[in-house]
Each structure stands twice: as structure tokens, then as C-alpha cells.
């Protein structure tokens, strides 16, 4: 069973810090295309950020370069968005993607609050 579990949502104030992590597992991690998107209430979800299958290449929407980080864990099926100086219009929900055509996964979403 293909699972994709995000954590690490949670209120912070403006400029703060958050990492999302997702925790795959029922699909060979290593095989997938990774990528964080987001969901904004009344908004369309939105592509953040992508990594490759290695890691080598990563990929970032332009409101999120030089704040947020995607890294992978291919020994422990995890996938991780590091997010800094985090502003009022990063307050979303970011979902967690696998994609390995024709296949593509998504987790439940976790909700990020940047309020002060």
C-alpha cells in the first residue's frame, strides 16, 4: 500500500522557520521524482519545489528561491522541505508528490500557518 505521510506543519510567525518532511513507503522511493506542492484556501495547488531521483537536480518556483531547500533521503524514503523566512503568503497547504509515469502519489497534506 503507497503511502506518503507529510509532518512538520504548524503556525510560525513571519521570517520564521519550518521543515516538512514526507515519509514514503509501498513504492520503490528511489525510482520517483519528488516534490513538494502547496495549496492556498480559494487558490490552485502549486508546484514549490521538485528533486530528482539522486538529488542531484532540484528545481524551485520563483517565489520560493533562496527561502526554501528540498533535500532526499533514498536509505530512508524521505523527502524534505527546509523553509525559511517564511512570509504571511506562504500559508498553505503543502502536499507531498511521487511521480514515476504513469504513477503519481500524493499525501494528505500538512497545513503551514505564517501569521503573527
Known amino acids: 500500500q503507497v503511502q506518503l505521510v507529510e509532518s512538520g506543519g504548524g503556525l510560525v510567525q513571519p521570517g520564521g522557520s519550518l521543515r516538512l518532511s514526507c515519509a514514503a513507503s509501498?513504492?520503490?522511493?528511489?525510482?520517483?521524482?519528488m516534490s513538494w506542492y502547496r495549496q492556498a484556501p480559494g487558490k490552485e495547488r502549486e508546484l514549490v519545489a521538485s528533486?530528482?531521483?539522486?538529488?542531484?537536480?532540484?528545481n524551485y518556483a520563483e517565489f520560493v528561491k533562496g527561502r526554501f531547500t528540498i533535500s532526499r533521503d533514498n536509505g530512508k524514503n524521505t523527502v524534505h522541505l527546509q523553509m525559511s523566512s517564511l512570509k504571511p503568503e506562504d500559508t498553505a497547504v503543502f502536499y507531498c508528490?511521487?511521480?514515476?509515469?504513469?504513477?503519481?502519489?500524493w499525501g494528505q497534506g500538512t497545513q503551514v500557518t505564517v501569521s503573527s
Open positions: 508528490n511521487a511521480n514515476g509515469s504513469p504513477f503519481d502519489y
Open positions: 509501498g513504492f520503490t522511493f528511489s525510482s520517483y521524482t
Open positions: 528533486i530528482s531521483r539522486t538529488g542531484r537536480s532540484t
